[in-house]
């Protein structure tokens, strides 16, 4: 909801403040600026000081200024704002850690797609409550009553338990114990019999969080884990087995974040300059200054047949595969918008192609922690992750900027540019991981 609000306050604040098309944008890049500094931040507290005081950590930062960027008195504050509350954003992973430090190693495969789920559960609502709130009370009712959700993780925090898995990682076993004790109670089941011990190890944070093969009540492999500081672990990835994969990986997450954010953009963007841009009449659905909303919420609803299809591909013909046909598709859909077109056929082509470009980007939060071994896969994959940062802030600038000055084609020939260098990437990726075992090493291969 935070990051989906960005393309309704834009067009309102500039009007409001009589803002150029750089100021609008810079409202946007900003939260991704903020959310590329808290991916970091936010994972070196919860590995040091515990995953609850991490989450509590941002569930502070995002809440409050998300609240108080609805009593912004200028262009400045907001901006700023949105920076800090972009820093409690880039906190996302680290929920998505704890939560599946809780969740059985063959259940974490359905449990990443329900995730995906929710997060286009948040796009629908907020293009629901854009539509009924922005047109009669504005764009500060719109940020106050969208914090509701961060407020809510602030309020039921007690209700957070601490990660068994950390407290044993950090010797802490009694409390881990107790932790599963009291889901044992809730699940009406027992626990395996035997005594909770606390592995000793030397290893990286990242390394004994992102074991899958572990079991937190059973002894792990026999095996050498090597210490590494963060520096080495992040040359491992550059390694002459994951040099290829690294590099592929970042110009993927940078295609889909930059596409993906870009499409939602665009459909703000078109429906506000549409009737700036063009001198003849074009049909339209009606005039009303509220079709912005409709199309916004119109073309989140595609993210839904989007997962659906992505599901239904990608244990069938395989990750590398799905990318590809959805690169494709995403592709074609955007074509026609090469020039204005009419209202309705405009909002089908944002539809369809927002619809497998978020399927690409659930495939490839699926593959990559699949493809990196699980000596690096965090850092592999948090890494990635703020490549994908990156492209969150700069598609902003072209969207806005582009669109805003009556120059659509060159935004969607840049679209379509970075979607086929993406799908080219893809189908240069080593491995297909579909139905494979994960490898733990760099020097070890994924086995079939």
């Not at 912004?72 to 820093?87: A, Q």
């Not at 704890?98 to 929710?118: K, Y």
């Not at 074609?332 to 309705?344: D, K, N, R």
């Not at 902003?396 to 084609?409: E, M, N, S």
Request: with cysteine; charged share 15%.
């Amino acid at each position: 909801m935070e990051v989906m609000i960005l393309s309704f306050i834009g067009p309102s604040v500039r009007s409001e403040w009589n803002l150029s098309s750089t100021e609008e944008s810079l409202i946007t890049t900003v939260v991704f600026a903020g959310m590329l500094i808290g991916a970091y931040s936010w994972g070196f507290i919860s590995d040091n000081f515990g995953r609850r005081k991490g989450l509590l950590s941002i569930a502070i930062v995002t809440s409050g200024a998300s609240v108080l960027s609805a009593f912004s008195p200028n262009y400045i504050s907001l901006v700023i704002l949105r920076c800090i509350g972009g820093i409690g954003l880039g906190g996302g992973p680290t929920y998505n850690s704890w939560f599946l430090e809780f969740v059985p190693a063959p259940s974490r495969g359905i449990w990443m797609v329900i995730f995906a789920t929710f997060w286009t559960v948040g796009t629908i609502v907020e293009a629901s409550l854009a539509w009924i709130i922005m047109p009669h009370y504005g764009w500060r009712w719109l940020l106050a009553i969208s914090s509701i959700p961060a407020l809510a993780a602030l309020m039921f925090y007690e209700l957070v338990p601490e990660s068994p898995r950390y407290l044993c990682l950090k010797g802490q076993t009694k409390e881990a114990y107790d932790i599963l004790k009291r889901a044992s109670v809730v699940n009406q089941s027992q626990l395996p019999p035997g005594i909770l011990l606390s592995d000793q190890i030397t290893c990286s944070d990242e390394d004994l969080h992102t074991m899958e093969d572990a079991r937190l009540l059973s002894p792990k492999r026999n095996k050498q884990i090597a210490s590494k500081s963060s520096f080495s672990s992040l040359w491992m990835l550059f390694s002459p087995n994951l040099i290829k994969t690294t590099f592929l990986l970042w110009i993927v997450f940078f295609g889909n974040s930059f596409s993906y954010y870009g499409i939602i953009l665009l459909t703000s963007e078109l429906s506000n300059r549409h009737s700036l841009c063009t001198s003849f009449p074009l049909l339209t659905v009606n005039g009303s200054e509220d079709s912005t909303y409709r199309d916004v919420f119109v073309t989140s609803l595609a993210e839904v047949p989007g997962l659906v299809f992505a599901a239904f591909t990608v244990d069938r013909i395989g990750r590398k595969h799905s990318m590809e046909l959805m690169f494709f598709i995403g592709f074609i859909f955007l074509l026609p918008l090469l020039s204005l077109q009419s209202e309705i056929f405009t909002m089908v082509s944002l539809f369809g192609s927002r619809m497998f470009i978020i399927g690409t980007f659930t495939v490839a939060n699926i593959y990559a922690p699949e493809i990196y071994p699980t000596a690096v896969r965090a850092t592999g994959v948090g890494i990635a992750s703020s490549v994908g940062r990156v492209g969150g802030m700069i598609c902003p600038l072209v969207a806005v900027y582009l669109v805003g000055d009556c120059h659509q084609t060159a935004a969607v020939v840049l679209f379509e540019v970075v979607i086929v260098l993406s799908g080219l990437c893809v189908m240069f990726f080593s491995h297909e991981t579909m139905s494979r075992e994960l490898a733990d090493t760099v020097s070890e291969p994924v086995s079939p």
